[in-house]
């Protein structure tokens, strides 16, 4: 049988502060030409890697 699903618990006070200021650094954040080479060469990895998933297993992943 499955658990009940529990509310989110509510943050207040300085940890709350913290996360919407992280939060909105997350969004507004301008990447540097090396964190976006980096970023674009994690994300080729990935594809890489899942394109061989779908090679080796016929297609199932898509």
Same mark, same amino acid.
């Given at each position: 049988?499955?658990? +009940?699903?529990?509310?989110?618990?509510?943050? $207040?006070?300085?940890?709350?502060?913290?996360?919407?200021? !992280? *939060? &909105?650094? %997350?969004?507004?954040?301008?990447?540097? +030409?090396?964190?976006?080479?980096?970023?674009? $060469?994690?994300?080729?990895?990935?594809?890489?890697?899942? !394109? *061989? &998933?779908? %090679?080796?297993?016929?297609?199932?992943?898509?």
């Amino acid at each position: 049988m499955a658990r +009940p699903i529990q509310n989110t618990p509510t943050i $207040k006070g300085e940890d709350a502060k913290r996360f919407r200021k !992280n *939060l &909105l650094e %997350s969004f507004t954040k301008k990447l540097t +030409p090396e964190e976006k080479a980096a970023k674009k $060469k994690e994300i080729r990895e990935m594809e890489e890697g899942y !394109n *061989l &998933l779908v %090679s080796i297993s016929g297609g199932i992943f898509y």
